[in-house]
């Protein structure tokens, strides 16, 4: 018979697969009796598992959602879908997902083994994820460096500047940020002594140095405003409309590139973050529904601009080109 421990676990596993299990056929599985699955059950309580048990002829048990989210126990399968599906959202442009997916995503991965690291990474370098529009960066690189990150731990790496040769660097690693469908790390680089921010498609073989540093201040007010200065990027606009349309009809058009509040039948919110207007105007026009627009002022000008051209088209009575 298994020691308690691993006996445990073994419950909580099988608890997980299935919404209800039947007392007499959960024992059967575990080899004990009904009275140590109910000591076992217990046990799984005390460590905060949120276990329900139900009398009675369909009497059994069951894994309840609880204020704290328990451990999950995966299979090979289960690992390798959850790190990949965690690695495309980690690049998938939707504003506030990312530093989640990134999170979740070093906590998987640090704990495959090396034959599971090497499927994950060939899955995503050979599936082409609707949701990725940028270079896919390789899970176990973009963990390694946000644990480094974390731990506050000097990295090393080799870097290929645009239109340069490669070079050595070692950094003191500060965030990484997803911005415009790139992944960067952002980084004091002891060589030139000076912040960088460095693509993580142009970065190769890092690894961490096992120096650990004390941060210093960074020279702007957040990584994503500092990337953006270093790399010329615009910054993105926040576009509110009030959308007169139901959430479901402009979630199929929007799909994951907006984030649809329902208001009531008929009308919702819809929010939109991008560097240029262009796109939300798009989307807008797609729907098919009158709408109004809540913020910023400079959309509004800009739905003017367009409306203007459109309306000269409109009205002009002959084609105008070569004859």
């Known amino acids: 018979m298994a020691n308690t421990s691993s006996r445990t676990l073994r419950l909580l596993s099988l608890l997980q697969t299935h919404r209800h299990w039947a007392g007499v056929e959960l024992a059967d599985r575990l080899g004990i009796s009904e009275r140590t699955l109910r000591r076992d059950v217990d046990r799984l309580r005390d460590l905060g598992y949120p276990v329900q048990a139900s009398r009675g002829t369909d009497g059994g048990y069951q894994l309840a959602p609880g204020a704290v989210l328990p451990p999950l126990l995966l299979d090979d399968e289960e690992a390798v879908a959850l790190a990949v599906g965690m690695g495309d959202a980690a690049q998938s442009g939707i504003a506030g997902i990312e530093e989640a997916a990134v999170r979740a995503l070093t906590k998987v991965v640090q704990v495959l083994p090396p034959r599971l690291r090497t499927r994950v990474n060939a899955l995503r370098a050979m599936t082409v994820s609707p949701s990725s529009s940028g270079p896919v960066v390789p899970a176990e690189v973009l963990t390694l ?108 058009i929007v799909g994951q590139w907006g984030t649809i509040e329902p208001v009531d039948a008929g009308h919702c919110r819809l929010t939109m973050v991008s560097t240029s207007l262009d796109w939300p105007t798009q989307a807008l026009g797609n729907v098919g529904a009158d709408f109004d627009v809540l913020s910023p002022p400079e959309f509004a000008d800009h739905l003017r601009d367009w409306g203007t051209r459109f309306l000269r088209a409109a009205q002009q009575k002959e084609p105008r080109g070569d004859s």
């Open 145 to 252: 460096i946000a644990q480094a990150c974390r731990d506050e731990e000097r990295l090393r790496f080799r870097y290929t500047a645009r239109g340069g040769p490669d070079t050595d660097r070692e950094v003191e690693p500060h965030r990484v940020v997803a911005l415009g469908g790139r992944w960067y790390l952002v980084a004091y680089d002891l060589t030139r002594h000076d912040w960088r921010s460095f693509r993580l498609d142009r970065l190769a073989e890092p690894h961490r140095t096992g120096a650990r540093f004390r941060p210093r201040p960074l020279p702007a007010d957040d990584p994503a405003a500092f990337v953006r200065a270093a790399s010329g990027a615009p910054a993105p606009h926040t576009v509110i409309a009030y959308v007169h349309a139901s959430a479901d009809h402009v979630r199929r």
